[in-house]
Nanobody
Framework: EVQLVESGGGLVQAGGSLRLSCAAS????????LGWFRQAPGKDREGVAC????????FYEESLKGRFTISSDNAKNTVFLQMNSLTPEDAAVYYC?????????????WGNGTLVTVAS
């Protein structure tokens, strides 16, 4: 059974950093594409970043490049999202998702999300 469990969310001051983790089970992360998405209250879900380690490719929402970094630890079967210089606009529920295909907005498996709150 495929499972994705996010952790690392919380309250941070504007300008601060957080690192989110997504622990995967039921598949090997280096066989899949794994992505981070977020959804703020009243807004549509948006893609944040995606990684496909088998071809050493990462993808980012253009506006987040330079502040957010996605990475994976295949030995731990975990994917991370390092978020720096956070602003209140980054506050959202962050979801980890996976697909055996290439990175896509329509992913096959989803975690339950972790809440990120940014205080101004």
């Amino acid at each position: 059974e495929v499972q994705l469990v996010e952790s690392g969310g919380g309250l941070v001051q504007a300008g601060g950093s957080l690192r989110l983790s997504c622990a995967a089970s039921g598949f090997a992360v280096d066989d899949y594409s794994l992505g981070w998405f977020r959804q703020a209250p009243g807004k549509d879900r948006e893609g944040v970043a995606c990684i496909k380690t088998s071809i050493n490719r990462t993808f980012y929402e253009e506006s987040l490049k330079g502040r957010f970094t996605i990475s994976s630890d295949n030995a731990k079967n975990t994917v991370f999202l390092q978020m720096n210089s956070l602003t209140p606009e980054d506050a959202a529920v962050y979801y980890c998702a996976a697909t055996p295909r290439y990175c896509d907005l329509d992913m096959d498996y989803w975690g339950n999300g972790t809440l990120v709150t940014v205080a101004s």
